[in-house]
Every structure is written in structure tokens, then in C-alpha cells.
């Protein structure tokens, strides 16, 4: 079969309208709510274990068995292989991390570090675009745009060079790292400095795509998740193909932890895994929506049914105060997340938890896991800033294994650490030393 047996249905259970894949589309044309990618798991010709997929890293010479997404290609088989764009995605490093471990008083074999920024543009963004691009190659799409806090449009920058396609980024004045818009400069995208934030940009490039026919990238795009599944699926993998007891992520736009309650949603409906681990989201407390709308107005999925209303006069509130999302961890300063009612479900698939950290404690926990091995993004530290408060307060044991996203590589946004270790006086502050030019000064330095 030419083209597999996969089709978009829309997730409010009021509407349940299906489209075809072929159809480009980031929001249900019937009721407007968001898309997921179905399949018909009777025609996919599925391994009888996870640990069946292993057999690909021996095949390394062949292009879609190299990448971390597409060697797990029947779990998202929504596009022919030809179709299938790769650049190398998804060579990621699951770093059991001792050291850290131990400074946060937990038995050391029990944490690790996924680490996304080893992808092609430096972070977990190459899972999506992959998928994204291979979407937009199947239906000809000849151009793409995205609005971006810094990674989604350095990767998207990256596939659309690498396919083709015409690019252009939305950014906010003043609101991205320069780490990150150097790369989509340099991949060739046009950027689009909007006087506004994310969540402006984001509006508008909704209404450019639509007017213009360009293919949108941002996770509105449902195969854009799609590909961000597969993080799970390699954490499993390194884990000899065990769930861990937590998975904590940035909050954000909740793509990735819409994605990763998908994921396991689906392999515990294939019986490929015998368990769904824990789902923490962490957020900024200067951008956090998530954390507002479920603690303080109990919003839930509930089914589908979930009470539109109270997101509605949520945004009225912030609209109303001319509130501005906050945070030196800018890959997660969005105060309107798209993927607000996925994210809700997979917290309810996962018998998740929220919480928002302040930007001191991400940037404190930013210092501990450079120190300890890996160096990350502000946005990729909540996690750790996150799991002290899940320890501290008994709601992850110490004997747990836990295992924490760190979306981006440290060079995404370089100013945030030497700011830390030069002009903060924090816990893990590490600032340059400075000596006359003296041989017996500059040895006496030396310890």
C-alpha cells in the first residue's frame, strides 16, 4: 500500500470530524478545535515487542533505520517512505547522571538526562520537523513559516533548506536568544520581527498561513507531534526497553508533553508497554498558564468535555490586565499554550502533575546539571528545578527512576550562563577570575 492507513480526527468528542492526510490543515475546519493523527492499527504491520525495533541500529548505512524518529516509523506511518525526509535526527543520549543525583538525594542509578540538544539544529525540535516536512513533501507544499521563541524556527529553518522549501520565521521584538535566531539566519529564513510576543506572532502566522497557503509548522501541526513521540520511545529504548517511573518535561507550548501522552497512550492500546509512567509538566512562574487553569480553576480534560469557557475567560483576564508572559527561560515564555487540551489529556493518561518554578531555581538548576556532565538551555533546567519540589514534597521518591527532557544545547542561549556565573551571586555561580598579567599572580590563582 502506497499510502498507509492514517487519517486526522478532530479531539472534541462533540465534533470527531476525520479528514484525510492529504489534506493540510492545523485546526479542524468543522468546529476549529485541534487535530491528532489516527491509525488503522489492524493494516500496520506492528512488531510483537518494542524491543523488535532494536534490530534497526544494525542497518545504520540505511537512512530512515539511522534516525532516531523513523526507525520507529510504524508508529507513525502516516506518509510513504519516499516521503520521509531525514537529516539525521534523533541520535540523542538518555545520561544516567550519579552526580546529580546525589546532590538531590536520590539513590544514583535513579536519574537521567535525556538529551535533545544532540539533534542536528540543538534541540528536540528536529523530532517534529522531520515529520512536519515529511507531511509537507507528500502534499507539495513549496513554502513554510512558523512564529518561534527561538528553536522552532532554527529547526525549521534547518529541514526547509534541507528540503527546499521557502521559510519564514515570526519573532517577538526582543524575545528571542540570539543562539537561536543566528541559526535561522544562517540556514537562509526570512525573519519577521513582530512588535509584540510568541503569542502575537502565533496569531498571525495562523492568518498569513491560511491567506497564503503556506505550510505551518508550529505544534498546531499534528504530524509535527507526531515525531516528538518518538522521544519516549528512546528513552524506553535506552532503559532496556523499560518505562520509567516519571517523565518530566518543560511546559512551554505543551507540544512535546501532548506528544509524549500520545505516545503512551497508544503503546499501552498496542500492549507494547505494560505500564504508563508519571507526566510532570513544569513551567516558568512568569508564563504559567498550565499551572494557573489546573490547580486554580481545576481544569481537566475530562473526556474530551473539557470546559472551554473557563480557558475562554482566562485569556479575557490576561487580555484585560495586558499581561505579558515573563521568563529568562524563553523557549517556555508562551501564555497561550495551543496545545493546552492535549497536554490536559495526556496529564490524564499519565496521572500527571504541574507546577511552575521561579526563573532563580531554573537558573540555579541550569549551574547543577552543567556542572555534573550536561550543559542545556534555561527552558531544559526547569525539569531539575521542577524535581526538587516533586522530592522535596514525597511526590517522587528517591528510589524512583526518573527520567528529565533537556530540550536544547547550551549554546541556544549562552548569554543566560555567563550572566549567571558572572553577575549573579547564586548557590552554583562560577564567575571568571581576573589576575594581573603576573606569572606569580596567575599561579597563586591556580588551586
Same mark, same amino acid.
Given at each position: 500500500?502506497?499510502?498507509?492507513?492514517?487519517?486526522?480526527?478532530?479531539?472534541?468528542?462533540?465534533?470527531?470530524? &476525520?479528514?484525510?492526510?492529504?489534506?493540510?490543515?492545523?485546526?479542524?475546519?468543522?468546529? =476549529?478545535?485541534?487535530?491528532?493523527?489516527?491509525?488503522?492499527? @489492524?493494516?500496520?504491520?506492528?512488531?510483537?515487542?518494542?524491543?523488535?525495533?532494536?534490530?534497526?541500529?544494525?542497518?545504520?548505512?540505511?537512512?530512515?533505520?539511522?534516525?532516531?524518529?523513523?526507525?520507529?516509523?510504524?508508529?507513525?506511518?502516516?506518509?510513504?517512505?519516499?516521503?520521509?525526509?531525514?537529516?539525521?535526527?534523533?541520535? &540523542?543520549?538518555?545520561?544516567?547522571?550519579?552526580?546529580?543525583?546525589?546532590?538531590?538525594?536520590?539513590?544514583?542509578? =535513579?536519574?537521567?538526562?535525556?538529551?535533545?540538544?544532540?539533534?542536528?539544529?540543538?534541540?528536540?525540535?528536529?523530532?517534529?520537523?522531520?515529520?512536519?516536512?515529511?507531511?509537507?513533501?507528500?502534499?507539495?507544499?513549496?513554502?513554510?513559516?512558523?512564529?518561534?521563541?527561538?528553536?522552532?524556527?532554527?529547526?525549521?529553518?534547518?529541514?526547509?533548506?534541507?528540503?527546499?522549501?521557502?521559510?519564514?520565521?515570526?519573532?517577538?521584538?526582543?524575545?528571542?536568544?540570539? =543562539?537561536?535566531?543566528?541559526?535561522?539566519?544562517?540556514? =537562509?529564513?526570512?525573519?519577521?520581527?513582530?512588535?509584540?510576543?510568541?503569542?502575537?506572532?502565533?496569531?498571525?502566522?495562523?492568518?498569513?498561513?491560511?491567506?497564503?497557503?503556506?505550510?505551518?509548522?508550529?505544534?498546531?501541526?499534528?504530524?509535527?507531534? #507526531?515525531?516528538?513521540?518518538?522521544?519516549?520511545?528512546?528513552?524506553? #529504548?535506552?532503559?532496556?526497553?523499560?518505562?520509567?517511573?516519571?517523565?518530566?518535561?518543560?511546559?512551554?507550548?505543551?507540544?512535546?508533553?501532548?506528544?509524549?501522552?500520545?505516545?503512551?497512550?497508544?503503546?499501552?492500546?498496542?500492549?507494547?508497554?505494560?505500564?504508563?509512567?508519571?507526566?510532570?509538566?513544569?513551567?516558568?512562574?512568569?508564563?504559567?498558564?498550565? &499551572?494557573?487553569?489546573?490547580?486554580?480553576?481545576?481544569?481537566?480534560?475530562?473526556?474530551?468535555?473539557?470546559?472551554?469557557?473557563?480557558?475562554?475567560?482566562?485569556?479575557?483576564?490576561?487580555?484585560?490586565?495586558?499581561?505579558?508572559?515573563? &521568563?529568562?527561560?524563553?523557549?517556555?515564555?508562551?501564555?497561550?499554550?495551543?496545545?493546552?487540551?492535549?497536554?490536559?489529556?495526556?496529564?490524564?493518561?499519565?496521572?500527571?502533575?504541574?507546577?511552575?518554578?521561579?526563573? #532563580?531555581?531554573?537558573?540555579? !538548576?541550569?549551574?547543577?546539571?552543567?556542572?555534573?556532565?550536561?550543559?542545556?538551555?534555561?527552558?531544559?533546567?526547569?525539569?531539575?528545578?521542577?524535581?526538587?519540589?516533586?522530592?522535596?514534597?514525597?511526590?517522587?521518591?528517591?528510589?524512583?527512576?526518573?527520567?528529565?527532557?533537556?530540550?536544547?544545547?547550551?549554546?541556544?542561549?549562552?548569554?543566560?550562563?555567563?550572566?549567571?556565573?558572572?553577575?549573579?551571586?547564586?548557590?552554583?555561580?562560577?564567575?571568571?577570575?581576573?589576575?594581573? @598579567?603576573?606569572?606569580?599572580?596567575?599561579? !597563586?590563582?591556580?588551586?
Amino acid at each position: 500500500m502506497d499510502t498507509p492507513p492514517a487519517y486526522q480526527k478532530c479531539i472534541n468528542p462533540k465534533c470527531s470530524a &476525520t479528514f484525510g492526510c492529504e489534506e493540510v490543515l492545523f485546526q479542524c475546519p468543522t468546529c =476549529g478545535d485541534l487535530l491528532d493523527i489516527c491509525y488503522d492499527w @489492524n493494516t500496520v504491520a506492528l512488531p510483537k515487542t518494542l524491543a523488535d525495533f532494536a534490530g534497526r541500529w544494525a542497518k545504520r548505512n540505511e537512512r530512515l533505520d539511522f534516525s532516531g524518529v523513523w526507525r520507529f516509523r510504524e508508529l507513525l506511518d502516516f506518509c510513504p517512505d519516499r516521503c520521509k525526509v531525514s537529516i539525521g535526527e534523533g541520535q &540523542t543520549l538518555l545520561q544516567q547522571n550519579g552526580a546529580l543525583a546525589a546532590e538531590l538525594g536520590m539513590n544514583p542509578d =535513579g536519574l537521567f538526562l535525556q538529551y535533545e540538544g544532540m539533534n542536528p539544529s540543538g534541540s528536540f525540535k528536529d523530532n517534529g520537523m522531520t515529520a512536519a516536512f515529511s507531511h509537507a513533501r507528500m502534499v507539495g507544499a513549496t513554502a513554510s513559516a512558523c512564529a518561534s521563541t527561538g528553536n522552532t524556527s532554527a529547526s525549521m529553518a534547518l529541514y526547509a533548506h534541507s528540503g527546499g522549501l521557502k521559510a519564514t520565521v515570526f519573532i517577538g521584538q526582543g524575545k528571542i536568544a540570539f =543562539g537561536k535566531l543566528s541559526q535561522a539566519m544562517d540556514y =537562509g529564513a526570512q525573519t519577521i520581527q513582530i512588535e509584540g510576543d510568541f503569542d502575537d506572532c502565533m496569531r498571525q502566522v495562523q492568518d498569513v498561513c491560511r491567506q497564503l497557503k503556506i505550510y505551518l509548522v508550529n505544534s498546531l501541526n499534528p504530524f509535527r507531534l #507526531e515525531g516528538q513521540k518518538t522521544i519516549m520511545y528512546r528513552i524506553i #529504548e535506552q532503559l532496556g526497553w523499560e518505562a520509567p517511573d516519571w517523565i518530566i518535561v518543560p511546559g512551554g507550548n505543551l507540544g512535546n508533553s501532548s506528544a509524549f501522552g500520545k505516545a503512551f497512550m497508544e503503546l499501552q492500546t498496542l500492549g507494547l508497554i505494560d505500564r504508563v509512567p508519571r507526566l510532570a509538566v513544569i513551567n516558568a512562574v512568569g508564563a504559567n498558564t498550565l &499551572t494557573e487553569l489546573y490547580h486554580d480553576k481545576k481544569l481537566r480534560w475530562n473526556n474530551g468535555h473539557t470546559d472551554n469557557d473557563a480557558i475562554k475567560a482566562y485569556y479575557d483576564g490576561l487580555d484585560a490586565a495586558g499581561f505579558r508572559p515573563h &521568563t529568562v527561560a524563553s523557549a517556555i515564555e508562551i501564555s497561550r499554550p495551543v496545545n493546552l487540551k492535549k497536554c490536559l489529556r495526556a496529564l490524564e493518561v499519565c496521572n500527571g502533575v504541574v507546577l511552575a518554578v521561579t526563573d #532563580e531555581e531554573i537558573l540555579d !538548576a541550569k549551574a547543577q546539571i552543567g556542572k555534573t556532565g550536561l550543559g542545556c538551555e534555561p527552558a531544559s533546567a526547569a525539569t531539575i528545578a521542577g524535581l526538587k519540589h516533586l522530592l522535596a514534597e514525597g511526590t517522587i521518591g528517591k528510589d524512583q527512576r526518573v527520567a528529565c527532557v533537556l530540550t536544547g544545547h547550551p549554546l541556544k542561549d549562552p548569554n543566560a550562563t555567563v550572566d549567571y556565573h558572572s553577575q549573579m551571586q547564586r548557590p552554583f555561580s562560577n564567575p571568571p577570575m581576573h589576575a594581573a @598579567n603576573d606569572l606569580d599572580k596567575i599561579i !597563586a590563582l591556580i588551586k
